[in-house]
Nanobody
Framework: QVQLVESGGGLVQPGGSLRLSCVAS????????MGWYRQAPGKQRELVAT???????DYADSVKGRFTISRDNAKTTVYLQMNSLEPEDTGVYYC???????????WGQGTQVTVSS
């Protein structure tokens, strides 16, 4: 079974930066899409950014120009570089990967990102 392990969350001041990492314990299946979601208290989970197997990226309007999603050469790790962080970025960030011909979906446990003075 695939397990996604996230790291990089924490407390940062407004305007600061964080880089989230998500490592897949196994890569037996082709990764179709990698992505990051986030959920703030009292709000629905929302899609932040995605990157396809071919390297195409997509971002939520709220993070365009500030966040960058990327992957390693082995395609087992996905990153989210977050710059110019705002308090509105606060929430639990979840890594997500879809894999294989049946589009199996895997989720990380979530990592807390808090942007506050």
């Amino acid at each position: 079974q695939v397990q996604l392990v996230e790291s990089g969350g924490g407390l940062v001041q407004p305007g600061g930066s964080l880089r989230l990492s998500c490592v897949a314990s196994r890569s037996m299946f082709r990764i179709n899409v990698m992505g990051w979601y986030r959920q703030a208290p009292g709000k629905q989970r929302e899609l932040v950014a995605t990157i396809t197997n071919g390297g195409t990226t997509d971002y939520a309007d709220s993070v365009k120009g500030r966040f960058t999603i990327s992957r390693d050469n082995a395609k087992t790790t996905v990153y989210l570089q977050m710059n110019s962080l705002e308090p509105e970025d606060t929430g639990v960030y979840y890594c997500h990967m879809s894999m294989g011909v049946y589009d199996y979906r895997y989720w990380g446990q979530g990592t807390q990102v808090t942007v506050s003075s």
